[in-house]
């Protein structure tokens, strides 16, 4: 059986849940959604195969953009884990959006795991998660996980969520200040190819997913939101967010 992730991972969050779900995995071969010029449908999985396939949640749902990205895999009936990662507030339909491309993609649901990783807009919010202890109960998650596919038990999980999905919100557009250099960083490294190399003090609103990339990568930190939006999406999920989540395993 060969080991595989798939990961969606725009400031490092989820690809950290994603490292401490595998490790213990003998070799782990990497797939990254993140990359816009990667021919997707040229990608294919052998059959009996493992995959962790890991997202962030936006505002409760998968980015679509991941989700595409994942539609043209062929997963050929590849054993799948899904994990959503989450900032403390709430994952809400993620997993079901999730489960839904991937057996369309052809992979089989086996497990799905729910993390916690720092909130990528609110850093206070889940600061320093996952930290030891999660990647410690990731850890054991894997064990069942794989526990569950050497005994040949291919159920799907029972998962929270709802069909339809709730539609994603309006995310913020970052804006660079006069502290760019500019190096261009950001347009290179940008999933969704949002900014445009002719100017890269501004996001392009149709194509920016709000996944704050640029804004973690900046070296000059010159990559911003409103600093008054920010307060006010603060305030409005401060109490969703007060009591400390648990990581969760559906299998």
């Avoid at 021919?39 to 294919?44: G, L, P």
């Avoid at 396939?53 to 054993?79: C, E, H, T, W, Y």
């Avoid at 911003?224 to 969703?240: C, D, E, H, N, P």
Wanted: with cysteine.
């Amino acid at each position: 059986m060969k080991n595989y992730q798939i990961i969606f991972s725009p400031t490092g969050g989820t690809e950290k849940v994603a490292n401490a779900i595998t490790q213990n995995w003998s070799q782990v071969d990497t797939i990254d959604l993140s990359i816009p010029d990667t021919n997707y449908a040229d990608i294919s999985f052998e059959s009996d195969s493992l995959v962790l396939i890991a997202m962030p949640s936006f505002g409760g749902v998968a980015p679509q953009l991941a989700l595409d990205r994942l539609s043209r895999i062929k997963g050929n009936g590849a054993l799948c884990v899904i994990a959503a990662v989450y900032g403390n507030r709430a994952y809400e339909d993620t997993f079901v959006q999730m489960e839904d491309y991937a057996q369309n993609a052809g992979f089989r649901v086996i497990a799905a795991i729910s993390a916690v990783a720092e909130h990528s807009i609110i850093h206070e919010y889940a600061a320093g998660r996952p930290d030891l202890d999660d990647c410690k109960v990731l850890a054991k998650f894997c064990e069942q996980v794989l526990e569950k596919a050497s005994s040949n038990d291919f159920s799907k999980p029972s998962i929270p969520g709802n069909r339809p999905y709730k539609k994603a919100g309006t995310g913020m557009i970052p804006k660079a200040d006069s502290a760019c250099t500019p190096c261009g960083q950001c347009a290179l490294k940008c999933p969704a190819s949002a900014i445009s190399t002719d100017n890269l003090k501004i996001s392009d609103k149709s194509k920016c997913i709000s996944c704050m990339r640029c804004v973690s990568i900046c070296p000059t930190h010159a990559r911003k939101v409103s600093s008054l939006m920010t307060s006010i999406a603060a305030a409005a999920i401060k109490r969703a967010c007060s009591v400390k989540k648990e990581n969760e395993l559906f299998r």
